[in-house]
């Protein structure tokens, strides 16, 4: 069985600040994992993902992840966020033998000016 | 241009009154899914669809009927809609295997509410 929980359902943060979105998983076997935006009143994009390779992964919109099987985690960073930035992040996690993806229950990242 | 396309975008009905909202892709995507979003509950599977007359139920089915009949279209019929079942929907679609890392892609979404 996958799961996934995101640790923070609303993530504050001033203009320019870094911030970071956390997002575990549990999977007994290899997992896909990935990150999705979904900005207001549209739907999910796909923002990155961690197929194999290298353990960070950049993204679109400066945003980065870094997966780390050791603690089962795949957490969002970006080291300056814009008012742009302001959306519902989701994680999703999609074991090698599953045919479906899990998703969290989402974050939402709101940058103040 | 590839993508989902979602009928209505917005709909305002009553309690009972059967009603269909269509969901439609262009990548040729064997695995399509229905969704509900729901504040502080996330994306909650409803149905999903590994190919054409291939159909099963995600994590909360009732009240919702799906079909396939051909591969771009998965239509989600709710029969008799009540109240509860007032929310944003969004169709996704995928190439499909176990071992393959797709990305789903997601339509706009359907603002449904059920007075």
């Known amino acids: 069985a996958q799961s996934v929980t995101q640790l923070d359902s609303q993530v504050p943060v001033f203009e320019e600040a870094p911030v970071e979105l956390r997002c575990n998983y549990s999977?007994?076997?290899?997992?896909?994992l990935f990150w999705y935006v979904q900005y207001p009143n549209q739907g999910l994009q796909l923002l990155l993902k961690y197929l194999s390779g290298s353990t960070l992964v950049k993204g679109i919109n400066g945003f980065e992840a870094e997966f780390n099987k050791s603690q089962t985690s795949f957490h969002l960073r970006k080291p300056s966020v814009h008012i742009s930035d302001t959306a519902e992040y989701f994680c999703a996690v999609k074991s090698g033998g599953s045919y479906i993806p899990t998703f969290g229950r989402g974050t939402s990242l709101i940058v103040h000016p | 241009e590839a993508q989902v396309t979602q009928n209505p975008r917005y709909l305002i009905t009553v309690t009972g009154k059967k009603l269909t909202v269509t969901c439609s892709q262009n990548?040729?995507?064997?695995?399509m899914s229905w969704y509900r979003q729901d504040p502080g509950l996330g994306l909650r599977q409803i149905y999903y669809?590994?190919?054409?007359?291939?159909?099963d139920k995600g994590d909360v089915p009732e009240g919702y009927k799906v079909s396939r009949k051909e591969k771009r279209n998965f239509p989600l019929i709710l029969e008799s809609p009540s109240p509860n079942q007032t929310s944003l929907y969004f169709c996704a679609s995928s190439f499909q295997g176990t071992g393959s890392y797709n990305e789903q892609f997601f339509g706009p979404g359907t603002r449904l509410t059920v007075l």
């Open positions: 669809s590994m190919n054409v007359e291939v159909t």
């Open positions: 990548m040729n995507h064997e695995y």
């Open positions: 999977s007994s076997v290899s997992v896909y």
